[in-house]
């Protein structure tokens, strides 16, 4: 179910209902929105069982800042900002850890295909070649600043426009630009200089 | 015709990719990428990357909604009773507070009057006086002299000294 398509299962109603109490109501809401949530998590923290974890807490926390969403925008414009800025606060943190060696290096999100390292077993030079780009693109993924990974992520994955990027991320759209722009860039050189 | 450059190129051309650039905008960006073709490379190496992107959050395995909403529920129980604890104990907390200061008020206070009544008042005030019992002056060859007026029951000192110095009481 896309933004879209969530908001005509009568979001509006849902979200009345959950202020007042509706625990059930606000299980439909977390429901219709499970996917984007999650999807914009995995794509900034990158760990599945960290982001389910951190979209739990999302969940529980906006359950209890119902009362804070006031109606001037859409709901999931203000579910991802709290989404957002929950996987922003998670990798800071996880940064401050591993700078302080508290923490072993983060390993990406492996998909079940993916658990067994390509050295072990022979796999088809393409699926090989494959692993290998998506492990290039994670390394220079990690290497991006939050900001610029949560634009990109809202963009690429979530296909939201330069204006709803903004008013998750509380900036301008100018500033959206400038970030999408730079991730792309520095995406690029990365990937480049693998290849070469 | 305004000025275009390849750094202007690319920016326009993050844009386009987007949908967010104007049709006239739009229209200048082709002409321009037609006449340098390598920049319209890039294009692809940024459509790589978004593919590549969702491919990574598509491939790992998440939840299912109905068991991320067990778990929130779980946790939202949790959070709610926590809290209720808390308001509980706080309150608890409050009311032993002002029961124990006002259990030590009244057991100070009844103290303090047996005391009273047992000793009087009056050896209350005895106990609190301060006693003289002599008293040192530097002044040659004077003498002093301390006793308790009956009527008013206050110490009176004398100092005497000889002729040549005077008198000094109080």
Known sequence: ?196 | MAFMNHKKAERWMSRAMDGELSPRRAARLDAYLKAHPHVAEQRDAWKQSGDLLRAHCAATPAQTPEAAWNDVRRAIRVASSDVREKQALNGRMVWASSLAALLLLVAGTWFTLRYIADQGFEAVAEAHRTEVEFVETDLPDAMSMVYEDAETGLTVIWVLVTEEQGHAGS
């Open chain 1, 1 to 196: 179910m896309n933004s879209r398509e969530s908001e005509s299962f009568d979001a509006a109603d849902a979200v009345r209902r959950a202020r007042a109490g509706d625990v059930d109501a606000f299980g439909l809401l977390m429901k219709a929105y499970h996917d984007k949530v999650y999807g914009i998590l995995i794509g900034m923290i990158r760990h599945a069982d960290d982001a389910r974890d951190v979209s739990q807490q999302v969940w529980v926390k906006v359950w209890n800042k119902l009362d804070s969403f006031k109606g001037d925008a859409d709901f999931y414009t203000w579910l991802y900002r709290v989404a957002s800025f929950a996987a922003l606060d998670f990798i800071r943190k996880r940064n401050r850890k591993q700078e302080s060696g508290l923490l072993e290096e983060i390993e990406p999100a492996r998909s079940p295909d993916s658990e067994t390292a390509p050295s072990v077993v022979s796999r088809p030079d393409k699926e090989l070649e494959q692993a290998e780009v998506q492990a290039a693109f994670n390394a220079a993924l990690d290497l991006l600043s939050p900001e610029h990974r949560l634009a990109l992520t809202l963009r690429e994955v979530e296909g939201m426009a330069y204006d709803e990027i903004a008013r998750v991320m509380k900036c301008r759209k100018g500033t959206v630009m400038s970030r999408i722009f730079y991730a792309r860039k520095h995406m690029q050189e990365h990937l480049r200089e693998w290849h070469s």
